[in-house]
């Protein structure tokens, strides 16, 4: 398997993890929070909100600007 | 008596008839143009992601139609939030130390990559998504999607 090919295939496990965790958190069987949950947590403070939403914008401008 | 229950019926009869249908056809209005706004909006969404799916990286038409969206969701944000979904009073420090460590690994996956100079071997994220997005339909259809996770965090 080439370094590439390790690459990719560790991206695609990663999100595949990330994925996971989400479909968890939906069963509620068990203490996992779904992203939802805990973005709305972490953005319970201003300053929560405004890095997420910052965080977002960043994403925009990196995928779609640059 | 169950009649008891029932609520009072007009003394003449025929406003039985009547009082269904003069309550429903405002609904039905409501409900109309409801779903106008949500056309059009969507409409907006879907003409604008457009529009900014077909903008060349690295000009000012890009920067802007990013910009854009960014300065609109913080402004409802901040100044008139939408009704939220009501957030967790706290969250299971375990559970969330799974998100943390996936999000960590990818991040490190990525930051790996980006510090070698995103090579052909060791190929950053960056680098495998953008080849993707290249196509103008799908570069709109991810805006889309980066314009609805925005309203997500909004209504969060």
């Not at chain 1, 479909?23 to 201003?46: A, D, K, S």
């Not at chain 2, 269904?20 to 109309?32: D, E, F, I, N, Q």
């Not at chain 2, 969206?69 to 967790?88: D, E, F």
């Amino acid at each position: 398997m080439s370094s590439r090919a390790i690459t990719v295939v560790g991206f695609a496990v990663v999100i595949a993890v990330l994925v996971g965790l989400e479909l968890l958190g939906r069963r509620r069987t068990n203490r996992i929070p779904t992203v939802g949950e805990w973005l709305g947590y972490v953005m319970r403070p201003r300053t929560g909100r405004a890095l997420i939403l910052l965080g977002w914008l960043w994403l925009g401008w990196h995928y779609f600007a640059r | 008596m169950a009649a008891d229950n029932l609520p009072a019926q007009p003394a003449d009869g025929n406003g039985a008839d009547r009082a269904p249908s003069a309550t429903r056809l405002p609904m039905l209005s409501v409900l109309g143009s409801r779903r106008a706004r949500q056309l059009l909006i969507a409409a907006i969404v879907v003409g604008y992601a457009w529009f900014a799916g077909g903008s060349a990286p690295f000009t000012n038409r890009a920067l802007i139609s990013v910009l854009i969206p960014g300065a609109v969701l913080g402004a409802i944000a901040y100044g008139r939030p939408p009704q939220r979904v009501p957030a967790p009073e706290s969250i299971d420090v375990t559970g969330f130390s799974y998100w943390i460590v996936a999000v960590a690994l990818l991040f490190e996956w990525e930051a790996s990559s980006f510090r070698d100079g995103s090579p052909r071997w060791h190929p950053s994220l960056t680098e495998l998504i953008n080849p993707i997005l290249t196509p103008h339909s799908i570069k709109s259809a991810a805006f889309v999607v980066w314009l609805l996770a925005g309203w997500g965090l909004v209504k969060r």
